[in-house]
Nanobody, 113 residues
Framework: IQVVESGGGLVRPGGSLTLSCVAS????????MSWYRQAPGKEREFVAQ????????NYGDSAKGRFTISRDNDKNLVSLQMNSLKPEDSAVYYC???????WGQGTEVTVSS
């Protein structure tokens, strides 16, 4: 079982970025899948989750109204669309397969002008 994140990078404030989490060894529709983030010197913070069966979503306060989590069952991946990015969104973003649980290695997002 493995999850691999990608899509991080440097983006200007107000910009957008889409992160991807590709799963192997299991089906993303069979497990809740979550995104967390961790900035230097801070605790790991919940960002968003998509439920396995229902596909319902919920978001952390910092993500509400700006981020969207979605799932592509054909590609067996989960995405995090991030809009209106702020410098405080800079962090390493991690994907979690909740049922197992299995973390990815993370992908770094830097929001800076």
């Amino acid at each position: 079982i493995q999850v691999v994140e990608s899509g991080g990078g440097l983006v200007r404030p107000g910009g957008s970025l889409t992160l991807s989490c590709v799963a192997s060894g299991f089906t993303v529709s069979a497990s809740p899948m979550s995104w967390y983030r961790q900035a230097p010197g801070k605790e790991r913070e919940f960002v968003a989750q998509i439920r396995g069966t229902s596909g319902s979503t919920n978001y952390g306060d910092s993500a509400k109204g700006r981020f969207t989590i979605s799932r592509d069952n054909d590609k067996n991946l989960v995405s995090l669309q991030m809009n209106s990015l702020k410098p405080e969104d800079s962090a390493v973003y991690y994907c979690l397969a909740n049922n197992y649980p299995k973390w990815g290695q993370g992908t770094e997002v830097t929001v800076s002008s």
